[in-house]
């Protein structure tokens, strides 16, 4: 695969109402009757923020009182304001006082909130009924997820969402073609549907047209399209209901699926991956997609996976707070100091005391133990964040960052929570997703206004 054939894969898999929207925001009127105006005058300043997540080209955070804000593309709605003008400053979701959690659509178009009560409220695109509400008509503001009253986490997939509920067990609605809704159809559902046979989820990984659950045994169920083996379990088919992965029993964690590969954690410190394999992203010596999960070649000591959001990559981090890195490789995403793929993993250059790792548009970023930052793979937005708008086959420094928590990631950007509560983001900003006040990419750090 070229490296704009892989640049082309891309997962669309990381706020104050003006008064021109407020009439029709109050009695929740749908995108064809919101306002289009711009939200610039009456934004402020972003509050103290807890949480992060993306969905295309927009960012939403959840602040410390239960509001939230958001910023970036708008074109359906995804900033929850009542209006379908785009933002390049925080503007807030209308009518969330509540919020724990948000969560993205990958496909770029809507977002889910959980809510302290144990509902949701999601907004935005909802051609195939990812809003939940019973209707396959956008909104511009929050509406209520129907028959969803005991969630405790909500997970964005391709045009549709998961919930888990209090009982471990999974509600998922909208996109179902390709059997992703895991009740026994191929259909979309605009209200939550049941997932079959799942009683214990602990957490949810999606990609495209696929979901896989990690259960409290340590066993891993996946549905919806197998066509690259992305089930695991031993079929190149869908299933409209979960199947077992073969031979996983002892997983820990997930990697996100990306371009139809998945890995997980064992306790063993090892690492499984199964589904598509052309770039060498199942890091077993080979570029055949397996529907049963392989062996990550000379992996035993890791701590946590992560996937390049495009699907091409993985990289694991280390007990000894090393990274290695498999998969395609044509920006520089494996940060050994080539562009060539490799199928089995390879130490990234210069990192010694990593502790989180996070996978963006064809490249990585590392978090430091000392709070910094460093990132490498591509770089044409900007998005390595050292003051150049080119990539890097090692990683480099992200200017000004020194108080890190955690990253999030779109495609060709990313934004740092830190420990200040304050957001800064860095690369492609067009569509205002860096929430600087401007709809411009930057090649470092801006703080989100």
């Known amino acids: 695969m070229t490296a704009s054939q892989k640049r082309g894969n891309v997962r669309f898999a990381r706020w104050i109402l003006i008064p021109l929207a407020a009439a029709a925001a109050l009695s929740g009127v749908p995108f064809a009757g919101a306002a289009n105006a711009s939200v610039r005058a009456n934004a402020g300043s972003l509050g103290t923020v807890v949480s992060l997540a993306s969905s295309g080209s927009s ?81 511009t503001v929050p509406v209520v997820v129907k028959k969803i009253s005991t969630a405790t986490a909500v997970f964005g997939g391709g045009n549709g969402f998961c919930a888990r509920l209090s009982s471990k067990h999974l509600d998922c609605w909208g996109y179902g073609g390709s059997g992703q809704l895991g009740n026994g159809a191929f259909n979309n559902s605009d209200v939550p549907v049941s997932v079959r046979s799942i009683t214990t989820a602990v957490t949810v990984v999606s990609g495209s047209n696929s979901f896989c659950a990690l259960l409290s045994t340590g066993r891993v169920n996946c549905w919806g399209s197998g066509s690259s083996g992305q089930l695991g379990n031993g079929s190149f088919n869908g299933s409209d209901v979960p199947v077992r992965v073969t031979g996983i029993t002892t997983a820990k964690a997930l990697a996100d699926m990306g371009h139809s590969s998945v890995c997980a954690l064992l306790t063993s410190s090892r690492v499984d991956c199964w589904g598509y394999n052309g770039d060498g992203e199942l890091g077993n010596g080979a570029t055949a997609s397996s529907d049963v999960p392989v062996g990550v070649l000379g992996i035993s000591n890791a701590k946590a996976v992560s996937a390049d959001v495009n699907g091409g990559s993985f990289c694991v981090l280390l007990t000894t707070d090393h990274l290695k890195c498999w998969g395609y490789n044509g920006f520089g995403e494996l940060g050994n100091g080539t562009t060539t793929n490799f199928t089995v993993p390879v130490s990234v250059k210069n990192i010694t005391t990593a502790t989180a790792v996070f996978g963006g548009g064809n490249g990585f970023c590392a978090l430091l133990s000392t709070k910094h930052l460093s990132c490498w793979g591509a770089g044409g937005s900007g998005q390595l964040g050292n003051g150049a708008f080119s990539s890097s086959d090692v990683p480099v420094a992200v200017r000004s960052i020194s108080t890190a928590v955690t990253v999030m990631t779109g495609n060709d950007w990313f934004c740092a929570l830190l420990s200040t509560s304050h957001v800064s983001c860095w690369g492609a900003g067009g569509s205002g997703q860096l929430g600087d006040g401007s709809f411009n990419s930057s090649d470092v750090p801006v703080p989100v206004r």
């Open 59 to 139: 960012v939403c955070a959840v602040l410390s009182s239960g509001k939230m804000e958001c910023w970036g593309s708008n074109g359906n709605g995804q900033l929850g304001n009542g209006t379908t003008a785009g933002s390049d400053i925080p503007v807030a979701v209308h009518g969330i006082t509540n919020a724990k959690a948000v969560s993205g659509d990958v496909n770029g178009q809507s977002f889910c909130a959980l809510l302290s009560t144990g509902q949701l409220k999601c907004w935005g695109y909802n051609g195939y009924g990812e809003l939940g509400n019973g209707t396959t008509t956008s909104f």
